[in-house]
């Protein structure tokens, strides 16, 4: 058994657990979602608000702390913990996706990938090697595996040969570590095809890493193919290490994955949805900007007990929107937090009573009639 | 004497004074400097970040409020306090400032004055009865006469029969004034002519207000003229009652104010500046975004005790500012915030200790090393 996860709870109707990560900066209940603090901030969120909010672990980019302020920077200003001054544990991505999905002009070798960069067109070679430095530089408490990630639409041939050099570079990745606190996770490719997957992650265990990730997720495919590759890794996933699916999702989702056995989530959507007026509640979603909330004196939900909740109406977030206030990112960004966080407790609440599968029964119930709402919109 | 104002102390050596305001949300020790929080918010700042940085009393803007959310709505949601969950004093502007700045087609007539939203091109028509009503519809602690605000270059001719306008319609705010538990204070035109100043201050003694303002200051003219309008209302203010400089300033600017023994300020300076990225220090101004910051591990102002500085490197607040992080603007804002009430802080205890004579020529000293510095970038 893996000395820094211990599954604490395996409901006993369905595949959900809980479980406890621990990190050198804390000890992580999961299953648990991770805030994305992209350029070492949690965006319209100082680090005390994302306590208050219920946030254990955030998730920072590799690929953006490299091109600005420097990796070699933060690891002078003391590592990213003291840069931003958050004292929670972090865990940092790879560059990888974000090479696939926000650079330009890529060329991909065994190497690793050659890209110019979003911000300044600057020329750039990451590779599993340089990856694993600047994790090391940025000093976050679980690090990720450099890894190439096809588009949603790759053909199998593509895929195939795509998941082998991934497996490379895993290997890669886990010989250039030489730091001993931070723990390393593979990621799992394969895109839309089981079989693929499953090869992966065997390749993968193969080597053997600190926990498994699912990447390539939520790039555009149907949520069934979503499904069908959660499914098909289940299995194979040794119970003992953590598992983590990057880059989503919606409540959904979450649901889906917990059920599926899943321990730890990202996705910018409670953060960008928030910034846009988009707030999440146990009444269904929320675009504050709509007139009907014009005086409106409740809070976003009536089922929450975070501080914007507490102390605003809906009339006034929907105020402060429409001003264009920069207090309105703020706000929103807090309730949709500490609503993605809250939903998580439950989860685990759900799963240490063994009726998990009767939580998630009745979430779809309600996310039905939310997303039936959200039509009308 | 005024039940709501009263003088604590007087310097021995010049004519500052400290002294202690009364309104229903608590008492206000002054000089005070007032944030201002145009829309119902101090930009970027939640209203606990205003008390954790000093913030004793804000401004919101009565042009503002009436075009957008409305004063009606915000009467109905429980007034201007609950409805931004502040529970401190304000005070609102009469709007009068705001039309001759920010509003289009302007018509003055002895009604008042009639003019199209910036926001939307509706058409309005303000009167001192409809500022009134307004403010006591928003319920602020303190409100202000609906006035008349010439440019800087008006002519003497045209200022003359401004302010007998501005008189008439401070008369008529008086009379429309129905609430008792708001401070209506009154304020002084007459541009750049001091003995048209002193004929505006005498004239709005005779109708009586709960304390006087000058209006129309820091609107392009020189930093001379500005001195000297506020050196020839100083003796004719009466001493017993809150005397307010509106829309200043600079450092400087509050300072030589409470040098000519003013109690009461407000500016968008810090907060705006703030967003920008210029800070304040007692190093002299900062521009957060010079490369001279990039690896400094240093806070803004060594001698500034406030939570940004207490938390953060100029490297990190740099880094923010670049990435165009919301951030950036929160944490910039509150620095300013808390650096101009902690000046003031240190204005009063100077005062008390009749020492502020001496405060004033070792500030000035400071600022001028800082000017010479700003020269530079």
Redo the contacts between chains.
């Keep these: 058994m893996a000395q820094h996860f211990h599954v604490l709870h395996q409901d006993a109707g369905c595949r959900a657990r809980t479980g406890l990560l621990r990190t050198p900066h804390g000890d992580i209940p999961t299953p648990i979602f991770m805030p994305v603090g992209t ?3 949690v ?4 680090p005390e608000n994302l306590v208050e909010a219920g946030a254990r672990i955030i998730l920072a980019n590799t690929y953006h702390l490299y091109l ?2 420097g990796h070699r ?1 933060v690891e ?3 590592g990213l913990h003291r ?3 958050w004292d929670r544990p972090i865990l940092t991505d790879s560059g990888g996706f974000q090479v696939f999905s926000l650079a330009e002009l890529r060329t991909i070798t065994e190497e690793g990938v050659s890209f110019r960069s979003h911000i300044d067109g600057s020329r750039h070679l990451l590779t599993p090697e340089l990856s694993i430095a600047i994790q090391q530089a940025l000093g976050a408490d679980v690090i990720m595996c450099f890894d190439e990630c096809p588009p949603a639409e790759a053909e199998r041939s593509y895929v195939e040969r795509s998941l082998a050099l991934t497996t490379r570079w895993a290997a890669r990745s886990k010989a250039a570590l030489s730091r001993r606190d931070q723990l390393l996770f593979g990621i799992v490719q394969g895109g839309r095809f089981p079989e693929l997957r499953r090869r992966s992650l065997e390749e993968l265990r193969e080597i053997g890493f600190d926990g498994y990730a699912l990447g390539g997720l939520s790039v555009g495919e149907e949520k069934a193919v979503m499904h069908e590759v959660m499914d098909a890794c289940s299995d194979l996933l040794p119970t003992d290490h953590p598992r983590y699916i990057m880059g989503i999702g919606t409540p959904e989702d979450l649901v889906e994955a917990v059920w599926h056995g899943y321990d730890m989530f990202d996705c910018v959507m409670p953060t960008r949805n928030a910034r846009n007026g988009m707030l999440f509640s146990s009444q269904g979603r929320i675009n504050i900007k709509r007139k009907e909330y ?2 409106d ?1 409740g809070p976003i939900d009536p089922a929450c007990g975070c501080y914007v909740c507490r ?3 809906r ?2 977030l ?3 929107f ?2 264009g ?3 309105a ?3 929103n960004t807090h309730h949709n937090i500490a609503w993605y966080l809250n939903l998580m407790e439950r989860i685990r609440a759900a799963i240490a009573s063994n009726s998990f599968a009767a939580f998630r029964q009745s979430f779809y119930h309600q996310q039905t009639r939310t997303s039936e709402r959200s039509k009308e919109e």
């Design positions: 350029a070492a901030t965006k319209a969120m100082r600005r302020p920077l002078q200003m003391g840069f931003m001054a014009e005086a004196q102390t605003y109406s009339a006034y929907r105020h402060l429409r001003s206030e920069i207090l990112s703020m706000l």
